[in-house]
């Protein structure tokens, strides 16, 4: 007898995130779509209209937020604004429902530095304690377990990836990390469905933003302290590019002792070579964007600067995908006992 599909409701879904979900979940063997749900108050809108690269693929509409809608899901992906999930949540997961919150809601221990960075005022407290990051190379038991999943940010997710094995073993001075990475366009969000403006103020140009108060910084530092076991402050520089997808990091640091390329490429396979998303690249070999862009692979390298005895750990990830709706989709999948690879199993898109 087939076993019954997982019934999953998206909120938010003609957003970035929420469309790139939609194309996800669709094609997932475990999974059914049962709501698509947007958080304007104006009349249901055909998917289409939102993605039209979804044309044809379901009858469902984009309809207004019901609560009523929600009663008999499984699980519902939140592809919300900040500030909006806290209100949400508590409501769902009374109905038994399994969140997992692409906003920042409930990425942070502490309501206070949510509070600073964020500027808003927690309402959901009490929730953030159980609330579990959800990086599944660093959290997976955790995850497995979980009722409620923070999806992290993608320039964490692309940081975390690159430095995480050096982090645990304390091989870099903690004092010393400087992350640089370089984002596509889509990594702002879509607040409306035209956003046609955005390439002639990009097109052509590369720019630095948020430059010592970006808002992924505190996130960072909680995961890498976490993974380090002591308090860390960190430099972290984001760029814009003009392409529509991908991040690029190249993470800094100084070793704690004398190591070459080939020892510190031998610590990461330790950590890596069994982690389905994550391929860590040859020695000599560099990340490129384009071969991650559509997938949820993270191609990570490393290289030591022997002359300085800094370590330069590099990751390529697609922001909509590994840094966002696919590890959200490898989350769920923990969540219900699948394989993580499920509905997710496939390579970029190419040239």
């Known amino acids: 007898m087939e076993s019954r599909k997982l019934k999953v409701a998206i909120i938010g879904a003609t957003g970035y995130t929420g469309g790139e979900l939609v194309r996800l979940l669709l094609q997932h063997p475990n999974a059914e779509i049962a709501a698509l749900l947007r958080l304007s108050s104006e009349d249901a809108l055909p998917l289409h209209k939102a993605h039209p690269h979804l044309r044809g693929l379901t009858k469902l509409e984009c309809v207004p937020y019901d609560d009523s809608l929600l009663d008999g899901v499984d699980a519902a992906f939140l592809a919300v604004p900040n500030g909006v ?18 906003s920042a809601d409930f990425r942070f221990r502490n ?40 999806n ?50 990009l097109d052509e140009d590369f720019r630095a933003y ?43 640091a100084r070793l704690t002792e004398p190591l070459s390329t080939e020892d510190v490429h031998k610590v990461y396979e330790l950590d890596y070579a069994r982690e389905p998303f994550v391929r860590l690249l040859e020695i000599g070999e560099l990340p490129r964007v384009k071969a991650v862009v559509g997938s949820n692979f993270c191609d990570v390298s490393v290289v030591v600067d022997e002359r300085t005895q800094r370590v330069i750990a590099l990751s390529a990830i697609d922001n909509l995908v590994k840094g966002a709706s696919g590890n959200a989709v490898q989350c769920f999948n923990l969540m219900f006992n699948l394989d993580e690879r499920t509905g997710l199993w496939c390579g970029g898109i190419a040239p």
């Open 85 to 102: 999930a806290m209100e949400l949540a508590p409501k769902l997961l009374e109905k038994g429902v399994k969140v997992i919150d692409l």
């Open 111 to 150: 309501h206070e530095t949510y509070e600073r960075w964020y500027r808003k005022s927690h309402s959901a407290k009490d929730l953030l304690a159980e609330a579990v990051y959800g990086l599944p190379e660093i959290r997976r038991e955790q995850i497995r377990n979980a009722r409620l999943v923070a």
């Open 152 to 201: 992290p940010g993608c320039y964490p997710v692309s940081a975390l990836l690159a430095l995480a094995p050096l982090l645990r073993r304390k091989l870099v001075h903690l004092d010393s990390i400087v992350i640089d990475s370089k984002s596509g366009v889509s990594g702002a969000g879509r607040s409306r469905l035209e956003v046609g403006y955005l390439f002639t103020e």
């Open 210 to 252: 948020g430059v010592a108060n970006h808002r992924h910084t505190p996130e960072m530092e909680q995961e890498f302290s976490e993974l380090a076991g002591e308090s860390i402050r960190l430099t972290f520089t984001p760029h814009l590019v003009p392409m529509v997808r991908g991040i690029f990091t190249t993470a800094y």
